[in-house]
């Protein structure tokens, strides 16, 4: 069983800056891509960033482009995202993912099998 444990969210000002945290039982990240999905109240999980296995293709939502980095560390089997700039919609928990089969790169909520219990971030005005 793969666990996933996100830490790093909390409460900012706007322009302000989180590193988020997800890490992962031994093993369970290599070859596999990770991803950051989010969740504000009353909207549906939307998808963040992704990173491959090897970490050497990223992708983003275009909302965050340009303000977040996704990040790996696969010999401490843990993900990262940093997030700058945040803005009030960026209010959200936070989640880590785990893709369900070795080596893909998609993006849909559906492709990911593990889930971590979220984190929240909230982002003030």
């Known amino acids: 069983q793969v666990q996933l444990v996100e830490s790093g969210g909390g409460e900012v000002q706007a322009g302000g800056s989180l590193r988020l945290t997800c890490a992962a039982s031994?093993?369970?990240?290599?070859?596999?891509?990770m991803a950051w999905f989010r969740q504000a109240p009353g909207k549906e999980r939307e998808f963040v960033a992704a990173?491959?296995?090897?970490?050497?293709?990223?992708n983003y939502a275009d909302s965050v482009k340009g303000r977040f980095t996704i990040s790996r560390d696969n010999a401490k089997n843990t993900v990262s995202l940093q997030m700058n700039s945040l803005k009030p919609e960026d209010t959200a928990i936070y989640y880590c993912?785990?893709?369900?089969?070795?080596?893909?790169?998609?993006?849909?909520?559906?492709?990911?099998?593990?889930w971590g219990q979220g984190t929240q971030v909230t982002v003030s005005s």
């Open positions: 031994a093993r369970a990240l290599t070859f596999y891509t």
């Open positions: 990173i491959t296995g090897s970490g050497g293709s990223t």
């Open positions: 993912a785990r893709h369900s089969r070795a080596r893909s790169y998609t993006f849909r909520i559906t492709d990911y099998e593990y």
